[in-house]
């Protein structure tokens, strides 16, 4: 007889500690992100601010992605909850850090700005680096052409972290590189159009220290990236990359009322052949423990295909 029983985790890190790695790599993403915007001089700085954004990217996920797996975005967490890969506590627990780290992140910039001779409104210094929309946009572009933008961008970003961090691609090593290269290349067309960032968490920190306008508008900087990532979600779901439920079988001796005609000739035959001749893989129950996995952790773990 089979029995099947959960096999609890010897290597998996606890919840707070992943959940302090995301919060400390989105605090260095949003510190980056907005601080380099906010403060980047074209003629003495050569690097694109989303290039930064993308290097900044890179670097947490190499730093803290052993940890959590390196989210740092709302819609790559939603994202994994719905691809089956991230459990709905773990990810609520991610969004709250993320929210935490990026507030964190957003208030050190703005104590910066404060320290600067000659600004006399932070908030709208802040205006110039925060999401928005219509009047609120470089291009002016209206609400529905920024919804569909940021529904596309947070769709791209989240495949392509879904698929380069798969057990089954063996270019998952390369999987922060990628995703900063993601990042660079989608802020880049975002920052032209509205400062868009595809990540609510970013999209909120700046918001809370711009102008009333942001935080009115913010709404559609949570909606549309969670939309993408739901989408993303969904396709890679069906793609059947969920992560297992890990469990045991164990062979369990059958019981006295459950031994078949097979299991009687056995014991006959070990009888006949006397003690010296019983193998000991005949006389003890053979048991099969499958180790536990650790989702979050998939592509930083070679071990798993």
């Known amino acids: 007889m089979t029995t099947t029983v959960s096999v609890p985790s010897s290597r998996g890190t606890g919840l707070i500690a992943r959940a302090s790695a995301e919060a400390l790599g989105t605090l260095f993403l949003v510190v980056i992100g907005l601080?380099?915007?906010?403060?980047?001089?074209?003629?003495?700085?050569?690097?694109?601010?989303s290039l930064a954004s993308g290097l900044?990217?890179?670097?947490?996920?190499?730093?803290f992605g052993y940890l959590s797996g390196g989210h740092f975005n709302p819609a790559v967490t939603v994202g994994h909850v719905i691809a089956g890969r991230t459990k709905l506590v773990d990810g609520a627990a991610y969004l709250g850090a993320q929210l935490v780290g990026g507030l964190l992140g957003a208030l050190a910039i703005?104590?910066?700005?404060?320290?600067?001779?000659g600004i006399t409104d932070s908030r709208n210094v802040f205006d110039t680096a925060t999401s928005g929309f219509g009047a609120h946009s470089s291009f002016q572009v209206p609400l529905t052409g920024v919804m569909l933008i940021e529904v596309l961008g947070a769709a791209i970003l989240v495949g392509v972290f879904l698929g380069v961090t798969a057990r089954r691609n063996p270019s998952k090593v390369a999987a922060p590189f990628a995703v900063g290269l993601t990042v660079a290349a989608l802020l880049q067309l975002g920052q032209s159009t509205g400062n868009l960032a595809f990540n609510p968490a970013r999209a909120t920190a700046s918001a809370v220290f711009s102008s009333g306008w942001a935080l009115e508008q913010l709404w559609l900087f949570w909606v549309a990236p969670l939309v993408?990532?739901?989408?993303a979600g969904l396709i890679f779901r069906g793609f059947g990359e969920s992560?297992?439920?890990?469990?045991?079988e164990i062979e369990e001796p059958a019981q006295s009322g459950e031994r078949d005609e097979e299991s009687d000739d056995d014991a006959d035959a070990a009888a006949t052949a006397g003690p010296a001749e019983v193998s000991p893989a005949a006389?003890?129950?053979?048991?099969?423990?499958?180790?536990?996995?650790?989702?979050?952790r998939d592509f930083f773990d070679g071990k798993r295909d």
Not at 35 to 49: D, K, R, W
Not at 56 to 63: G, P
């Open 243 to 248: 992560a297992p439920v890990v469990v045991a």
């Open 110 to 117: 703005f104590a910066v700005v404060r320290t600067v001779p």
């Open 283 to 296: 006389a003890a129950p053979s048991a099969e423990v499958k180790p536990a996995v650790d989702p979050a």
């Open 228 to 231: 993408g990532a739901a989408i």
């Open 35 to 49: 601080g380099v915007l906010i403060f980047i001089n074209p003629q003495a700085v050569p690097m694109p601010a």
């Open 56 to 63: 900044a990217v890179t670097a947490a996920m190499l730093a």
